[in-house]
């Protein structure tokens, strides 16, 4: 099974089939995980991206207004929250700005079940 399904066929699973899926995928279940979180927080990065970006009509060129402010630690800020929101299953943090929030809040609380 890939990432994507396991956590599809996961959360509409009954308890049985729940447990018979953590059975069949026990040797890599974490790396499972660990690598479907990492493929849902650069999701969920690239859709806040595109959604500033479209609000914004940017062209992609950046321009510095002010020496006051700090993009770097904004960004490392911003990308540290959302990689902790997605582990620790605080999905309502985790999905703002997104184009997709409800499919994304349904993927971090199956994970987060997981």
């Known amino acids: 099974m890939g990432?994507?399904?396991i956590v599809k066929t996961y959360g509409n699973a009954t308890m049985e089939k729940r447990v018979e899926i953590i059975?069949?995928?026990y040797s890599n279940f974490d790396c499972m995980l660990d690598g479907f979180e990492r493929s849902l927080y650069l999701v969920?990065?690239?859709e806040r991206e595109d959604k500033r970006?479209?609000?914004?009509?940017?062209?992609?060129?950046?321009v510095q207004t002010s020496n006051i402010s700090d993009p770097?630690?904004?960004t490392?800020?911003?990308e540290a929250e959302l990689?902790?929101?997605i582990h620790v299953g605080d999905w309502l943090s985790a999905i703002q700005g997104t184009?997709?929030?409800e499919k994304h809040r349904k993927e971090i609380v199956t994970i987060h079940r997981m």
């Open 53 to 62: 970006n479209s609000e914004k009509s940017d062209l992609g060129v950046r």
């Open 23 to 25: 059975l069949d995928n």
């Open 76 to 78: 490392g800020t911003n």
């Open 72 to 74: 770097t630690g904004n």
């Open 44 to 46: 969920i990065l690239t």
């Open 83 to 85: 990689k902790r929101a």
């Open 3 to 5: 990432r994507k399904s």
């Open 99 to 101: 184009i997709n929030p």
